[in-house]
């Protein structure tokens, strides 16, 4: 019976460090107030677009650029409304978080031509924002985004952990709070 018992506690311990590897989503749930109640967890990390968009420069860039990082990935419009709202809110969380453990990427998607996305920069101050155009869509519609914004967390292996649909203050306590929770609890790059 000891052996039985052994063997069964030895074909757990991959399953126990793989949940160990993963965000503790019930502390991180319990985080949640204000608008962070719309941001959603997911069961399982799930795989992003490999599509690829492009910088203010023109060149390519790839979400697995931003691998070892933890990343608010924002999907955006200049000619969306509630997307000018929350903009000036995270180009200050990542000139507050931002460095070698979190990044604010910020996609602009669809009709946006790069003119406006910088007059918009420059008339709200966007300082700390990287200029990231999704022209054809192809990221966001890899990712099943329907509507803007909509801004998902990846993990440092650059899977999405969770999704919030709409605008957020992300300057919140309970923002920041579950973001440094997330660098905290996944601070050794994968």
């Given at each position: 019976m000891?052996?039985?018992l ?11 460090a ?27 990390p ?31 419009a200049?000619w ?9 809110g ?5 000139g ?50 329907l509507g ?43």
């Open positions: 000891k052996t039985l052994a063997a069964a506690c030895l074909a757990l311990l991959p399953m126990t793989a949940v160990a590897d993963s965000p503790d989503t019930a502390a991180l749930e319990a985080l949640r107030e204000g608008d962070m109640k719309k941001l959603v967890f997911h069961p399982a799930q795989d992003v677009s490999s599509k690829a968009f492009v910088d203010d420069t023109g060149a390519e860039r790839y979400l697995s650029d931003f691998r070892g990082k933890i990343v608010v990935l924002n999907f955006w200049t969306c409304a509630p997307c000018r709202k929350e903009m000036p995270l180009d200050r969380l990542q507050e978080l931002g460095g070698d453990d979190f990044q604010v990427v910020t996609l602009a998607t669809g009709r946006n031509s790069p003119t406006a996305i910088r007059r918009f920069f420059t008339d709200e101050n966007i300082a700390h924002l990287p200029q990231f155009n999704d022209r054809g869509q192809t990221v966001a519609r890899d990712m099943g985004v803007l914004p909509v801004t998902a967390i990846l993990n440092r292996d650059g899977q999405e952990i969770a999704r919030l649909r709409g605008d957020a203050d992300w300057e919140s306590h309970s923002a920041k709070a579950i973001l440094l929770t997330l660098i905290d609890q996944d601070r050794t790059p994968h």
